[in-house]
């Protein structure tokens, strides 16, 4: 059996979408039997599928302490890696490791063939929707890892098409792997969502949603722009309700988010637990999401899943993700995105077609085939790649 290290270190931050992917991805790995996973934790090891730490395992006050001691660390970044390549090659050896995945972008120094993914290449289209040192250490870093990798996994062929173009990879180096959407997904009745709508002062069906992180790259303000064009009646009966938590410098939307929603005028919710969302998906009439860029794009799966109509950007690897089965808008054009929403929210029938239309679609997009697809890469990785260094 492969013995395979994991780099599951953005497990330990709150979950966002490559946190997402690790610990999905990781669980549909074990489920095959085929590999035998090592997740490295930053600093430590453990012989087990990639994992979020226990809920309260790092509390929100050492995380502000941390926070707040970071600026006044000189090379912060220069000596966690340091620290953690000692603890990650002393794991290497000590476990065995046949193949290292990392699924992060920048590997840690290794001695073992790579498998590397990349989600995107965001931070080079949209470099101000990232802290700088981060956009920093990829330009530094991705290129060489890239060339090292015995094999590049990436999430869509949009992304693997931007891959080749950008860096003049081997194509046959480069595999898509789409990522899956969990069960807990799925279309629900009113008395299902109520439990979770109802705290909420919404109602199941009576609702436009957008969830995503605030942050520029999402464009929310085409979101807001547009909503506001509505019919004041449809705008009474469908609220705009948004999910999200902070991004980079999301400030002053969020500020502009928390006075329309001082106003009435929209319900903005923040961060909503992992366990609501299903529930929070399943309620909506539609589905919202005028992003300029995404290697993937898994709100619009989920909410596919979930049997709500979508209407997303035609940019990127959005078409590819919704297909026939979701509407498309112009990021720049908030009218024509009115014009879309009127029409959607005026034809009941209309709305029934596309949810299961969505529905079908989203069945098409698994963890079970993300990992097998993830296997024949280690395969061949493992097989024929020489160890990177």
């Known amino acids: 059996m492969l013995r395979v290290a994991v780099n599951a270190t953005p497990l330990l931050s709150p979950l966002t979408g490559i946190g997402n992917y690790i610990a999905e991805l990781g669980r549909a790995l074990a489920a095959t039997g085929e590999v035998d996973l090592h997740s490295f934790y930053g600093f430590r090891w453990r012989h087990e599928t990639p994992q979020p730490p226990p809920r309260g395992a790092r509390g929100p006050a050492a995380q502000s302490l941390r926070d707040a001691i970071k600026p006044f660390v000189p090379f912060k970044r220069e000596l966690r890696g340091a620290q953690q390549q000692l603890m990650f090659a002393r794991g290497l050896r000590r476990h065995a490791i046949d193949l290292y995945h990392e699924p992060n972008y920048v590997p840690i120094r290794f001695d073992v063939p790579v498998v590397t993914t990349v989600h995107d290449l965001s931070w080079l289209r949209y470099p101000d929707a990232h802290p700088i040192d981060r956009v920093r250490w990829l330009e530094k870093g991705l290129p060489r890892a890239l060339e090292q990798s015995a094999s590049i996994l990436v999430d869509s062929e949009f992304v693997r098409q931007e891959v080749l173009t950008t ?7 480069v595999t898509v792997a789409h990522l899956g959407v969990g069960a807990q997904f799925r279309p629900r009745s009113r008395e299902e969502t109520n439990a979770v709508l ?111 109509p979508v209407l997303v950007s035609d940019r990127a690897s959005l078409p590819e993700v919704v297909g026939e089965a979701g509407v498309t808008l112009d990021p ?10 009127v029409a959607l929210m005026g034809d009941a029938g209309e709305r029934t077609r596309l949810s299961g239309a969505v529905v079908e679609r989203a069945r098409g997009f698994t963890w079970e085939a993300c990992a097998k697809l993830t296997l024949a890469v280690y395969s061949r990785a493992g097989a024929f790649a020489e160890p990177g260094g």
């Open 332 to 341: 720049e054009r908030p009218e024509r995105t009115a014009e879309l929403i």
């Open 167 to 173: 860096f003049g990879i081997d194509p046959q180096r």
């Open 198 to 308: 109802r705290p909420l002062a919404l109602v199941h069906g009576s609702y436009l949603l957008t969830v995503g992180t605030i942050e520029p790259r999402k464009n929310l303000a085409h979101a807001l722009e547009a909503y506001a064009l509505l019919p004041p009646a449809l705008r009474e009966r469908f609220p705009l309700v948004v999910a999200g938590a902070k991004g980079w410098r999301s400030g002053a939307m969020e500020v502009k988010l928390r006075q329309l929603a001082d106003c009435g005028q929209i319900r903005f919710l923040g961060h909503v637990p992992g366990g609501d969302l299903p529930a929070l998906y399943a309620g909506a009439a539609a589905f919202v999401f005028p992003s300029l860029y995404e290697g993937f794009g898994l709100p619009p799966l989920e909410a596919m899943a979930s049997g709500v």
